[in-house]
């Protein structure tokens, strides 16, 4: 590849990059972009001389616009800058958490989360999750989510989006889902009334919610252990977007639990001991 080459053209001047952004939304005169960029002739007409060169840019009756190379470069140029953008940006995230929790089709579209920011609680207890996580989860008209951790403050939470008539949709581990079971019966049958739907995936490697107002993703560590300190948080329509994603691509591979009439479980799980009932 030249060393002077497109990629140089590019990547070399932000203010080039920027241009070629800005008219990939529209054409533009050249008061537009001195507007849009608070420059002056000086400062952005080399810029722009240097693109029509390079045929990224014609000009045509007073308005700057892409030239076919120029639709090409942008299309396929911005989704590569999101991507390390989100990236960096929480880069440690990243790095120190075991990715094989999500699909490869979704870490494709890793750039729809560059709007997230980790946050971090200093001082967890286990009983509670973040505040950030349970302020947000508690005005929103929708829940899906997943866990393979289990956490009891999660329980009134639900409650309250059930009471509420929020749609509730959960996926667990049995481990978790049988804790539930066990401890929390009554909540349980309150929480099926209300049309919650559970399913099980045992090989969970993340616990994460959408709802309609933000997205919360948490992942274990390379060693198995889950990472209960540390979420990725965002409220962008990407993020959220992405979210529902990986829902669904989880959901498609759980076995979703079919409730039952207390007085005929007892009697059916003695002839069909594994079979998912509620």
């Known amino acids: ?36 960029f608070d420059v002056r002739s000086p400062e952005i007409l080399p810029r722009l001389k240097e693109m029509e060169a390079a045929k990224m840019i014609i000009k045509q009756d007073g ?85 393979c951790i289990f956490i009891p403050s999660w329980i009134d939470l639900f409650l309250e989006l059930a009471n509420r008539g929020a749609s509730i949709e959960i996926i667990l581990t049995d481990g978790v889902y049988n804790k539930i079971k066990c401890e929390y019966a009554s909540e349980l049958d309150i929480l099926l009334k209300h049309g919650t739907h559970f399913y099980i995936y045992n090989d969970l490697k993340t616990s994460f919610a959408v709802t309609d107002e933000f997205l919360s993703l948490s992942l274990n560590y390379f060693n198995g252990v889950h990472d209960t300190k540390n979420d990725m948080q965002g409220s962008d329509p990407a993020s959220i ?31 069909y001991p594994q079979s998912l009932l509620i």
Not at 1 to 28: I, N, Q, W, Y
Not at 241 to 270: C, D, H, N, R
Request: glycine share 4%; aromatic share 10%; hydrophobic share 40%.
């Open 63 to 147: 308005l700057y616009s892409l030239a076919p190379l120029g639709r090409v470069a942008a299309m396929y140029y911005k989704p590569l800058l999101d991507t390390l953008d989100a990236i960096e940006s929480n880069e440690s995230f990243w790095g120190e958490h075991d990715l094989s929790a999500i699909s490869a089709e979704l870490l494709y579209r890793i750039r729809e989360l560059k709007e997230c920011s980790v946050i971090r609680a200093e001082s967890y207890n286990i009983c509670e999750s973040h505040p950030e996580f349970k302020e947000n989860v508690s005005n929103s008209l929708y829940f899906k989510g997943a866990a």
């Open 1 to 36: 590849m030249k060393k002077d080459g497109l990629l140089s053209l590019l990547t070399a001047s932000e203010k080039r990059k920027d241009v070629l952004f800005l008219l990939h939304e529209k054409p533009r005169t050249l008061q537009d972009i001195k507007d849009h």
């Open 241 to 271: 977007k992405w979210g529902e994603s990986l829902f669904s691509w989880y959901k498609a591979q759980a076995v979703e639990m079919v409730s039952t009439p207390p007085l005929y479980m007892s009697i059916i799980q003695k002839m």
